[in-house]
């Protein structure tokens, strides 16, 4: 009998021990598991703890100096801390870097981070053998549906490498092949450069820039056109719509700015192509992501070629940042990013406005209130930029970009937009440093304008008050020299005419 408890205890002790080592082993295979998570979070949260003053930050892909990243300065910051203002920087409004959002990133850095390992999506493809994520084409369609701005339903997306990259593709997609003559590119005055750079650079036989819209209003030939339509429009903040009619125009719509922290939702856009970019929607400039809709089926394929052909497709690396993105903006109520962007906006163009309004030399564009659909509300755009108009008054055989160059400002020539020389871009969307920096300049110029305007009219002042001063004087001599006249007179009437019956003859001495 006790040789059978002795057995019995032996077995439990056995199957106790098999037991704890098996978990034991479990425990060390998750650790090591989640070791590579904790591994990089605690990178990354080293590399944000790095402090700089609040005008730059550290990145874990940045120069290293002892081994440790180091701070990257905003505009006419320097120091290792970012702390010292350089005097009489060159502000550059030139960039539409939209870093205006990097405090709503850095206030939702947790829920819009990602960890990404050695071994995620190393194949060209996904598993259906498609270069897009099914997953983050659903985000794009409900992100659109949530804010009202375009309709998704029944057309095809397609991702490119920015904005740019499937402009491109557009156009490519759209010119005609059959046709003798290249297909006309055009747009209205003032146009976003890139239009006109990359078709030349291109330098394709299918297609070529011919300018302004208005040119080909009444054109007869039956030419094959492709107009590029922005709404809103870069860089006036205008809404635009299509110039061009017949059956041989096809319209790009670009609606890069078509958000509400920069215009008010009108209604939802339902063009046959319709260009969107993650940089004007999220501020992710450096991401390179944006999706364009497509209404024809066989235009689709024509971009998916060229997509095929110029890059195989969108880096899984950045779908998957985009959708992480996408998921941040949808959550909540939805409405949390585009409040944060309208405000500091809107709270920039009331800074700006209200320091160009003491100004007779300096304008920038008028933009209509209208009801925005997305936030119930009358909004006033918030545009990207500011279309700057200097007076001619100002110029004297320069142009705009010269004038703000001279203090300093370095803007985007109006001639650039196919405008004249009097306009200038400014961009309002880099970080809110950039932004009090470009401000304080402007205050300068305009400093100087009502200094001036105090100069000529304290020299009026003087001018007029001198010229009193000499009719006066002149006033004055007269009546003297009236006077001593007038003794002088009398003194002679006196002798030269005796007393008759006891009074003196006297000539009348009266000056009227």
């Not at 339903?153 to 593709?169: E, M, Q, V």
């Amino acid at each position: 009998m006790a040789r059978v408890h002795s057995l019995k205890y032996i077995l439990s002790f056995t199957c106790s021990i098999a037991l704890n080592l098996f978990l034991v082993s479990m425990f060390i295979r998750n650790r090591c598991q989640q070791n590579w998570t904790q591994e990089a979070m605690a990178e990354a949260e080293a590399v944000s703890s790095i402090s700089c003053s609040g005008h730059g930050k550290a990145f874990l892909d940045g120069l290293l100096l002892h081994g440790k990243p180091v701070c990257e300065c905003n505009m006419c910051y320097g120091g290792s801390d970012c702390s010292q203002l350089q005097p009489d920087c060159m502000v550059d409004a030139d960039s539409g870097d939209p870093t205006f959002l990097e405090p709503f990133w850095v206030k939702n850095a947790a829920s819009s981070a990602i960890v990404i390992a050695g071994w995620h999506r190393m194949s060209y493809e996904y598993s259906d053998g498609s270069l897009i994520s099914e997953e983050l084409k659903a985000h794009i369609r409900n992100v659109h549906a949530s804010v009202g701005n375009a309709i998704t339903d029944g057309k095809y997306i397609i991702f490119g490498a920015g904005a740019t990259h499937l402009l491109n593709a557009a156009v490519h997609a759209l010119s005609s092949k059959a046709s003798s003559s290249p297909t006309k590119v055009v747009a209205s005055t003032p146009y976003y450069p890139v239009y006109k750079e990359q078709t030349e650079f291109f330098n394709s036989e299918d297609y070529k820039f011919n300018g302004d819209t208005s040119m080909w209003n009444n054109d007869t030939s039956n030419s094959t056109f492709i107009e590029l339509v922005t709404s809103p429009n870069n860089p006036d903040g205008h809404m635009k719509k299509a110039v061009l009619q017949g059956q041989f125009v096809k319209r790009i719509h670009d609606l890069a700015y078509y958000w509400p922290h920069f215009t008010p939702i009108v209604a939802p856009a339902d063009e046959d192509l319709m260009i969107f970019t993650l940089s004007k929607l999220t501020g992710h400039a450096g991401s390179r992501f944006g999706w364009a809709i497509i209404n024809d089926e066989a235009v689709y394929k024509r971009m998916l070629t060229y997509m095929d052909l110029s890059t195989y497709g969108v880096s899984r690396e950045t779908q998957l940042r985009v959708m992480k993105l996408l998921k941040v903006v949808l959550s909540g109520n939805g409405r949390e990013m585009y409040e944060f962007g309208h405000n500091t906006m809107k709270n920039r163009w009331s800074k700006l406005s209200k320091v160009l309004s003491q100004s007779k030399r300096f304008s920038t564009q008028k933009l209509k209130p209208q009801h925005c659909s997305f936030s119930q509300q009358i909004r006033t755009p918030s545009s990207a930029f500011a279309w700057l108009k200097c007076e001619t008054s100002i110029l004297e055989d320069r142009s705009c970009y010269e004038v703000l160059k001279e203090v300093n400002i370095t803007g985007r020539e109006g001639s650039l937009f196919g405008a004249d020389n009097r306009y200038v871009r400014l961009s309002l969307v880099r970080s809110e440093d950039d932004f009090d920096l470009l401000l304080r300049q402007i205050n300068k110029l305009v400093s100087v304008e009502i200094n001036d305007k105090h100069v000529a009219t304290t020299s009026t002042i003087l001018r007029q008050s001198n010229e009193t001063t000499l009719l006066l004087t002149a006033g004055v001599n007269v009546v003297n020299r009236t006077l001593d006249l007038r003794m002088e007179l009398e003194t002679l009437n006196s002798n030269i005419f005796p007393r008759q019956n006891g009074l003196y003859t006297t000539i009348d001495l009266s000056f009227n």
